[in-house]
C-alpha cells in the first residue's frame, strides 16, 4: 500500500490527491533535489546515498547518456563528451563565453545559444541541463512514490530573461512542470529565515562553483524583500581550483599537459582544497600520462596566497550591494554563506571582517538553497494553507523604451519588486501619425544606443490626429519569473499591440555588471548626451511646426522681409540641429521662438477671426 | 491497548516532532473520501481535542477520535522504507478491500 507521511494539524491530503512538489537547486558544479516531508524540507538521496548529483553529463557513442558520480569519474578520461558545469552556457553565445579557448569542448556557434559537440551529436546547454533535470525528478518520483505536480527551480540572482528562459525550456524538456523559478538567495533566506524565525536584515553570500552572488534581504514577518543584488557570474570555486592546478604545473615545471592530464590534476586540485577545510596541509600526488610524477605538499597559508585575490574579488560586490540598497555594513543583522565553496576557512574569515561578524553556517551551505526551494515549492503546491508568506524579487536592469530622440524612458526601474507592472501615456510626435513603433530596452544608461534591445512591436491603426492628441498607454508586466511582456493601447479607439519578451539568447552576467558599471561611470556624459537630444528633439518640432504654419499663411501674413527674417532663422536652427552643440541648438531655437511671436499673434487673430465671422454677440458663449 | 506504533515508527515520529520544534503528539484517523470508501489521517498535533482518545505508544502521544477508533481497532503503524521512498504503513486487521493504490480502504 501507499506510504503515507505526517500532515500539518487539519491539512491531511485527500486519496489521490498528494500534491508532490520539489525544490531543485540546479548547481553550476553540483545539484540537489529537495522535498517536505513530514513537515520538514530534506534532500532527496539517491539509492546509493548520495545527496549531491554533480551536473556532470556525458554522451557516449551508443547514445547513452550518464549523469552524475559516474560521468564525474570519466571526465578525465573522456573530456570531449563530458559536460561539466553547463550552466555557465546557458543562454549564452559563443562570444559570451572568453575562456572558450582553455575548455576541452567543441564549440558550436549557433544562432542564439552556443551548442557543444559530442559523439553523440551536437547539444544544446539547455539539453544538458535537462538530463540532469531528468536524472533529479525520476530521483525524487521514486523517493516520494508519485509523479510531481511541479517543481521551484533556482537560478542565480543574477539571471538575465535569456538565462532564465533556458532554464525553464530544460526543465520543460526533462518533463518538469516549473512552478516558480527562485533566485537562489532568496531560496537561502527561505530557508533560513523561516527555519529560525529571524528578522532584519541579511546578507547572502553565494560563493558556488561557478558563480558569485551576494544579495541583500530585508526579512520582516515571513516577507522576503529583496533589496539589492551583486556579484561577478564568472567567479567561484572552481576558479580557486583552477589556482592550485596552476600552482601544481608551476611547481611541477610543465607548461602544457593533454586534456586527460588537466582534468585529472583539476580533480586534484579540487580534493587538495576540500582537504584544507579542516587540515593544515594537503598532499597531492599524480602520475601523468608522460610517466612524471607530482608529489607536492600544499600548506593552507600557501592556499591562502594563491587565492586572496579571488577572496578580495567577492568583496567589492558585497560593497556595491550594500551601497544599492543604502546599507551599511553595520546595519546588517545576519549573513548567510550559501555554496561548498563557503567551508574555505579564510574565505569565512574575510566576510566575518567586512560585515564585522561570523557569517552564519548552520545549515550545511551545500544544501541550503534546495531546501529552500522545497519549500517554496510546497507552499506553492498548495501543501501549506493560512500561509500567505510572499516573495518578493527585484528586476536586476530597468526596464524601458526607445522615446523620440534615441532616449530611454525608464518604465520599470532597476531592483522595483516582482511580480510588477507599470503603465506610463505616451504620444505622437507628427501630425497625422497612424503607427508606433515600441523599442523595449534594459540598462541604465540614457541613450537606447548603449542599453541593450529585448523586443520591438508595432503599433498600427492610431486615427490620424495632430501630434500630441493620441494617448498611447504602454504597460509593462513582469511575471514572478522575471519575464516580461509589454503590451501598449491607444485609449481613443482602443487598439492594442503587445509581445511576450523571449530575450534574444546571450546577454552575460558580466554584461549585466559592466551596463551596470558603465552607468556610473558615464553618469555626467549621458546627461549631457540627453540634454542634447532633447534639445534635438525640440529644435526638429519647431521647425516642423513653424514651416506648415508658413506653408500655411506666410505669404498672405507676412511682407517679404518679414518672410525672408523668418526662413532664414528656420535655416539657422536646422544648421545647428545637424552639427551644433547644446548651446548653438538652444540660442537658434529661443531665436526662432522669438522671432516667431509676430507671425504666431497674427495667426492667432486670423483664427479668431474665422471663428467670429457671420455669428452675432448673443450666439458665442463667454 | 486498541491503536500501536512499532518501535521504528515511533521513533521516527519523534524524530520528526523534534525538527518541527513544537507539536505534542501524532493524530491518527480515518475519513470518508477516496475511491475505495476511507483514507486514513495522520496528522501532527498543536491544540489537544477534548474529546480525542489519548494515549502513549512507545513514548509517542496518541490522539485518535472517537469515530475513528473502530475502523481502527488493532492497528499497527509502522515505519518502512520500499527502495527509495520510506513512510508510515497501517497494519489494519479491520480492513476488507483496498484500492489499488493503497490509499484508501474499505472495512
Known amino acids: 500500500m501507499a506510504l503515507l507521511q505526517i500532515s500539518e494539524p487539519g491539512l491531511s491530503t485527500a486519496p489521490h490527491q498528494h500534491r508532490l512538489a520539489v525544490g531543485i537547486d540546479l548547481g553550476t558544479t553540483n545539484s540537489l533535489v529537495a522535498s517536505v516531508r513530514n513537515g520538514v524540507a530534506v534532500v532527496l538521496n539517491d539509492a546509493a546515498g548520495h545527496g549531491l548529483l554533480p551536473s556532470v553529463v556525458r554522451y557516449q557513442r551508443d547514445g547513452d547518456v550518464e549523469v552524475g558520480h559516474g560521468a564525474l569519474a570519466r571526465a578525465a578520461e573522456d573530456p570531449h563528451n563530458t559536460i561539466v558545469s553547463v550552466k555557465r552556457f546557458m543562454g549564452r553565445g559563443i562570444k559570451d563565453i572568453p575562456d572558450a579557448a582553455t575548455m576541452p569542448y567543441q564549440f558550436v556557434d549557433a544562432p542564439g545559444m552556443v551548442r557543444l559537440r559530442t559523439i553523440a551529436g551536437e547539444k544544446s546547454p539547455v539539453e544538458v541541463s535537462a538530463e540532469i533535470l531528468k536524472q533529479l525528478k525520476a530521483r525524487a518520483e521514486a523517493a516520494l512514490g508519485g509523479e510531481l505536480v511541479g517543481a521551484v527551480i533556482t537560478v542565480p540572482a543574477y539571471f538575465d530573461d535569456a538565462q532564465r528562459q533556458a532554464t525553464k525550456d530544460a526543465a520543460r524538456l526533462a518533463g518538469l512542470n516549473v512552478l516558480r523559478l527562485l533566485n537562489e538567495p532568496t531560496a537561502a533566506a527561505i530557508a533560513y529565515g523561516l527555519d529560525n524565525a529571524a528578522e532584519g536584515i541579511y546578507a547572502v553570500y553565494d560563493l558556488g562553483g561557478g558563480t558569485f552572488d551576494i544579495s541583500i534581504l530585508k526579512l520582516t514577518r515571513g516577507v522576503f524583500e529583496v533589496l539589492a543584488t551583486n556579484g561577478d557570474s564568472a567567479l567561484g570555486g572552481d576558479d580557486f581550483d583552477r589556482r592550485v592546478y596552476c600552482w601544481l604545473l608551476e611547481q611541477s615545471l610543465l607548461h602544457t599537459v593533454g586534456d586527460h592530464d588537466k582534468a585529472m590534476l583539476m580533480a586534484k586540485a579540487r580534493e587538495a582544497k576540500e582537504h584544507l577545510t579542516d587540515h593544515p596541509e594537503a598532499r597531492v600526488t599524480a602520475v601523468l600520462a608522460t610517466g612524471q610524477l607530482i608529489d607536492l605538499v600544499l600548506t593552507e597559508a600557501k592556499f591562502n596566497e594563491l587565492t586572496a585575490s579571488l577572496v578580495n574579488k567577492t568583496l567589492a560586490p558585497c560593497r556595491k550591494a550594500l551601497r544599492d540598497a543604502g546599507l551599511d555594513a553595520a546595519e546588517v543583522k545576519g549573513v548567510v554563506m550559501v555554496g561548498g565553496s563557503t567551508r574555505v576557512p579564510r574565505i569565512q574569515a574575510a566576510v566575518g571582517e567586512f560585515f564585522g561578524q561570523t557569517p552564519l553556517t548552520n545549515l550545511d551551505p551545500d544544501k541550503v538553497v534546495a531546501l529552500g526551494a522545497a519549500t517554496q515549492a510546497n507552499v506553492l503546491a498548495g501543501n501549506k494553507a493560512g500561509d500567505d508568506w510572499l516573495l518578493l524579487d527585484v528586476v536586476p536592469l530597468s526596464l524601458g523604451l526607445e522615446t523620440m530622440g534615441g532616449l530611454t524612458e525608464k518604465i520599470i526601474p532597476r531592483n522595483a519588486t516582482i511580480p510588477t507592472a507599470r503603465a506610463q501615456e505616451f504620444t505622437t510626435f507628427k501630425d497625422g501619425q497612424t503607427a508606433m513603433s515600441i523599442h523595449v530596452v534594459q540598462g541604465e544608461r540614457e541613450l537606447v544606443s548603449d542599453c541593450r534591445s529585448l523586443a520591438r512591436f508595432e503599433l498600427r491603426g492610431i486615427p490620424p490626429m495632430v501630434a500630441g492628441a493620441a494617448r498611447v498607454r504602454v504597460t509593462f508586466q513582469v511575471d514572478a519569473d522575471g519575464l516580461l511582456s509589454v503590451s501598449a493601447r491607444e485609449t481613443g479607439t482602443g487598439i492594442e499591440a503587445s509581445i511576450a519578451v523571449k530575450p534574444s539568447y546571450g546577454l552575460g552576467d558580466d554584461e549585466v555588471a559592466r551596463m551596470l558599471r558603465d552607468s556610473y561611470a558615464h553618469a555626467q556624459d549621458d546627461m549631457t548626451a540627453r540634454n542634447l537630444a532633447e534639445a534635438r528633439v525640440d529644435g526638429q518640432r519647431l521647425v516642423e511646426a513653424t514651416e506648415a504654419a508658413l506653408a500655411e499663411n506666410g505669404d498672405s501674413l507676412l511682407d517679404a522681409d518679414e518672410r525672408a527674417a523668418l526662413d532664414k532663422l528656420v535655416a539657422a536652427l536646422k544648421t545647428a540641429l545637424t552639427d551644433g552643440d547644446l548651446t548653438v541648438i538652444k540660442r537658434a531655437s529661443d531665436a526662432l521662438n522669438q522671432g516667431t511671436v509676430e507671425f504666431a499673434a497674427r495667426r492667432m487673430n486670423l483664427s479668431v477671426k474665422k471663428a467670429l465671422a457671420g455669428h452675432r454677440l448673443d450666439e458665442l458663449e463667454i | ?107
Open chain 2, 1 to 107: 491497548m486498541p491503536v500501536t506504533l512499532s518501535e521504528r515508527a515511533a521513533t521516527h515520529v519523534k524524530n520528526f516532532l523534534n525538527k518541527r520544534g513544537k507539536g505534542l503528539g501524532l493524530k491518527l484517523g480515518v475519513r470518508t473520501s477516496g475511491c475505495s470508501g476511507m483514507a486514513y489521517k495522520l496528522e501532527f498535533v498543536d491544540a489537544e481535542d477534548p474529546e480525542d482518545v489519548k494515549f502513549d505508544s512507545h513514548g509517542v502521544t496518541v490522539y485518535i477520535d472517537p469515530k475513528s477508533l473502530s475502523y481502527l481497532e488493532g492497528t499497527e503503524l509502522d515505519f518502512v522504507r520500499e527502495g527509495l521512498n520510506e513512510g508510515f504503513k497501517f497494519n489494519n486487521p479491520n480492513v476488507k478491500s483496498q484500492c489499488g493504490c493503497g490509499e484508501s480502504f474499505n472495512v
